[in-house]
């Protein structure tokens, strides 16, 4: 099997340092190339794109997050932004996954001792986002036809909505068009990672007039509050209208999946509602939303030209 090339995108020397170790630390990893500022990596990934590229946020000249919105548009790829504290920086961090990037990780640390922390995390995530590119093909279409419109209580109704690689910007933009007094449920599954999601809804929460908050194993679905999976378990809405956490199927790459959540709903029909899907690698979703167009469900996938990155809505088409 191929090597996998991941480039590094650092202006500290240190940091490289950290991040070129645990690179190489695995055989099937070959370090490309490292760039220090958010220009001299876009002229490296025209001339030689990696597999995977590892973005720090803050740098002179570009920083990571418009470095990603350039990559993206220009020699899109995998992108992982590896910054000091995630943390600390989460506005950038959420701005750079609106720009394309797939994750996010704290950067790995080399102590007095020179012993390296914090890398052991980093091949997961490396891990994780190898195993995602390599099965992005797109599979089965859904079709997506608005059905005739079933009359029944809009409190009861639910707006559903999935979201990957670029998402937070296009549920920004969505939810920001919402009105504090929306009667229906609103439900998100955005793909990412389990750290992340109470500053994912923090963040979210400051763009529209609705409340974002987090589900908790449980959680009644109420309208009025958008609803957002928060573990990197399966969100699941059960008969009595609450929402749980499930870890099967297991073998889903996508955790939590937008297509477990689709097809959840689709089991316990609502009046009616609306399924949107968003930006994002793979076809995570689409399956789900043939289901829920079958149940009666207007079906809505993003344009490519407004997409990040056009797998999931593709599939979907």
Same mark, same amino acid.
């Given at each position: ?62 920083? +990571?997050?418009? /470095?990603? @919105?350039? *990559?993206?548009?220009?020699? =899109? ?6 910054? &000091?504290? #995630? !943390? ?78 670029? +998402?937070?910007? /296009?549920? @920004?933009? *969505?939810?920001?068009?919402? =009105? ?6 609103? &439900?998100? #599954? !955005? ?83 609306? @399924? ?42």
């Amino acid at each position: 099997m191929s090597k996998l090339n991941v480039a590094i995108v650092n202006d500290m020397a240190l940091a490289c340092e950290a991040l070129r170790r645990v690179v190489e630390s695995r055989e099937d990893h070959n370090l490309l190339w490292i760039a220090h500022d958010g220009e001299d990596a876009l002229r490296h990934c025209k001339a030689q794109k990696p597999d995977i590229l590892l973005m720090d946020l803050r740098m002179p000249h570009m920083d +990571g997050s418009e /470095a990603t @919105a350039r *990559i993206m548009a220009e020699a =899109p790829c995998a992108i992982i932004v590896v910054t &000091a504290n #995630v !943390q600390d920086n989460l506005d950038l961090v959420f701005e750079a996954m609106s720009n394309g990037a797939l994750d996010a990780v704290s950067t790995p640390r080399l102590g007095r001792d020179g012993l390296l922390e914090g890398g052991d995390e980093l091949l997961q995530k490396i891990d994780t986002v190898s195993s995602l590119i390599r099965k992005q093909q797109p599979g089965a279409s859904a079709k997506n036809h608005a059905p005739t419109p079933q009359r029944g209580d809009p409190s009861n109704s639910l707006l559903a909505i999935g979201a990957s690689t670029g +998402g937070p910007q /296009a549920v @920004a933009t *969505i939810l920001s068009k919402l =009105p504090a007094d929306f009667a229906p449920a609103v &439900a998100l #599954v !955005q793909h990412v990672d389990a750290q992340f999601a109470p500053g994912l809804a923090d963040w979210l929460d400051g763009r529209c007039a609705l409340d974002v908050r987090p589900v908790q194993d449980g959680t009644k679905l109420t309208s009025g509050t958008v609803w957002l999976a928060a573990t990197n378990n399966h969100m699941i809405l059960e008969p009595d209208r609450t929402l749980c956490y499930h870890s099967h199927p297991r073998e889903s790459h996508y955790r939590p999946s937008v297509d477990v959540f689709f097809q959840s709903v689709a089991h316990h029909h609502f009046d009616r509602g609306c @399924a949107v899907l968003l930006t994002g690698m793979g076809k995570d979703g689409a399956a789900g939303m043939q289901l829920l167009h079958d149940q009666g469900f207007y079906t809505l996938a993003q344009n490519e030209a407004s997409s990040v990155v056009y797998g999931m809505p593709h599939a979907a088409e």
